[in-house]
Every structure is written in structure tokens, then in C-alpha cells.
């Protein structure tokens, strides 16, 4: 059975429209943006899902990834203000906000964006002491980040961190390093020391004042004590009681013969003790002991006298 020419026209009319639609409809992934061109000039940009665009007029241009991207920075050596050469790496992570100005304002994004942070990090590092690189690397991302933001912000990209990962000086330098560190605790080391003996001078100084002045108090009262006890008997005697110098000389008498003694150098002590001298002042303690006792009974009594009769009730 052969065609008609109706039906071959309905067959080129179908074919026709699948092509169209086949030209026209675009689907766009999630996480990125496709740019239309018409007639080679950017027209619109389509957006993830199902997009329309005008068969055999207008085509898709660039296919821009709107996810955030991360790009290796090699390392590089970097001079420092100092004289002193490193080595320095990095890594950059930046986001397409704008499709079309990313895709026609620069040519080359990654390597724009990669020639771009490695010349600001040489700037940025250059102006700065090894010391300062080693310690303020914080500090450095920041300036890093916010001066490579500001330069591709034109490009229609966001610049979202900007990360040193090594800083490696050379082994001659690393090696001076370890020992300027090693001096340097050293030297904490003896102000740290030369710290802890002054305090404890200065603790010892004033427990030696304290124990001097505690001392001297001791001496004084013992002193006084001393004189008390010298005036009473000097009272005693001029009142007529030699009973009184007595007990004052065998106490001292005693006290003499303790501390000879006690001395740690003698083992032995002969010494010509009269016995009867000592029976003497022993008697005389002994004479001194019956007077106090016999005086407390004397005013005991006498209080006793002193003291009212109690009357007591009869018993009826």
C-alpha cells in the first residue's frame, strides 16, 4: 500500500514538531545555570528544570556550576619583609552568583580566580615579618580573603574563604628557630628561678624577724619576771625575813647546777659540793613552806571567827 502525499506531509508535519520540541525544551540540572545565546549575544540565563527556548534561533551558550567550588593554590616561594624566603600554600573556595558575568566577563574563571589569590597571598605575605607569618595566620586569611573578594567581585563570583596551608621556612632557618626558642625558655626558666629564691629570702628574712622580735619579747617578760621576783626579796630583807634570801639563793643555787648538768659536753661533773650548805638552804625552802602554810591557817581561822553563828530552829 503506498502513501499519499497527504500523508507524507502529515509525516514531515510530526517529524517537524518532534524536532522543535527536541530544540526547544531544555532541562537544566539542580546546582546549575545555562546561559542562551541568540545569534551568538547572551540573551537569559535558565534556571534548574524545564526550560523553553526558540528552535534553530537561540542555542545554549556556558554551562556554569552555581555550587561552591573549591581550587588548589600551589605552593610558591614568598620573600618576607625580613629577607626571610618561604614556602606557602593554599586553598580558595568561591561560589557563581552570576552566571552571565562569570561566563563573559573573564575568560578562564578557575585560572583567574588561581593567578589572582596567588599574587595577593605574595603581597600580603611579602609585607609581613617571618614572626608575624608564623603567628598571625588568622589575621592573614582575612586580609587575603576580603582583598581577593573586592578583586573578583566584577567576575560575578563570590570569594567564601581563603586558607593558608603551609608555611614552611628552610631547615637552616627552622633549625635557628628551635634555638632561639630554646634560649628563650631558658631564660624563663631563670627569671622563673631567680623569682622563687627572692621570695623565699624575702619569706626567710621575715621569719627570722618575727622569731627575733618574739625574742626579745620573751627577754623582756623573763626580765621583769626577773626584777619582780629581785624586788620581793629585796622587800623581804628589809623587812627582817631572811627566809626570803634563802629560798632566793637555792633556787639559783639549783638553776646552777641543772644547766652545769645539762651541758652537752660534760659527761661527768665533780665538782666540792658542802653538803651542809645545801641541807642549810634546803631547810631554809622547807622553813619558808611552813610559814606560807602556817599563815594561810592563821587567816583561815580568822575567818572562820569572823564568820556569824548560825541559829538553828528547835524542835517542838
Not at 635557628?176 to 627572692?198: F, P, V
Request: a neutral charge; zero cysteines; charged letters at 20%.
Amino acid at each position: 500500500m503506498g502513501f499519499s502525499g497527504f500523508d507524507i506531509a502529515i509525516i514531515a508535519l510530526v517529524a517537524l514538531v518532534v524536532l522543535v520540541l527536541f530544540k526547544g525544551i531544555r532541562t537544566i540540572p539542580q546546582g546549575y545555570n545555562y546561559t542562551v545565546e541568540r545569534f551568538g549575544r547572551y540573551t537569559k540565563t535558565l534556571s534548574p528544570g524545564l526550560n523553553l527556548i526558540v528552535p534553530f534561533v537561540d542555542r545554549i551558550g556556558a554551562k556554569m556550576n552555581m555550587m561552591e567550588q573549591v581550587l588548589d593554590v600551589p605552593s610558591q616561594e614568598i620573600i618576607t619583609r625580613d629577607n626571610a624566603i618561604v614556602g606557602v600554600d593554599g586553598i580558595a573556595f568561591f561560589q557563581i552568583l552570576n552566571a552571565a558575568q562569570a561566563a563573559y566577563q573573564v575568560a578562564g574563571l578557575q585560572n583567574a580566580i588561581l593567578n589572582l589569590t596567588m599574587t595577593n597571598i605574595r603581597t600580603v605575605m611579602g609585607s609581613m615579618d617571618l614572626d608575624e607569618l608564623l603567628s598571625n595566620r588568622d589575621a592573614i586569611n582575612e586580609r587575603l580573603l576580603r582583598v581577593v573578594d573586592e578583586a573578583a567581585h566584577p567576575w560575578g563570583i563570590k570569594i567564601t574563604r581563603v586558607e593558608i596551608k603551609d608555611i614552611n621556612p628552610p631547615a637552616n632557618l627552622i633549625e635557628s628557630m628551635g634555638r632561639q626558642m630554646t634560649a628563650e625558655r631558658n631564660k624563663r626558666a631563670q627569671i622563673l628561678a631567680a623569682e622563687g629564691l627572692k621570695q623565699s629570702q624575702i619569706l626567710e628574712a621575715e621569719g627570722r624577724k618575727e622569731a627575733a622580735f618574739r625574742d626579745a619579747e620573751a627577754r623582756e617578760r623573763s626580765a621583769e619576771a626577773e626584777a619582780r621576783a629581785t624586788q620581793v626579796v629585796s622587800e623581804a630583807i628589809s623587812k627582817g625575813d631572811v627566809q626570803a634570801l634563802n629560798y632566793f639563793v637555792a633556787q639559783k643555787y639549783t638553776e646552777a647546777l641543772t644547766k652545769i648538768g645539762s651541758a652537752a659536753n660534760s659527761k661527768v661533773v665533780l665538782m666540792p659540793l658542802e653538803a651542809s650548805s645545801l641541807i642549810g638552804t634546803l631547810g631554809g625552802i622547807g622553813e619558808i613552806a611552813k610559814e606560807v602554810f602556817r599563815s594561810e591557817g592563821s587567816n583561815g581561822a580568822q575567818r572562820q571567827a569572823a564568820r556569824p553563828p548560825v541559829v538553828r530552829p528547835s524542835e517542838s
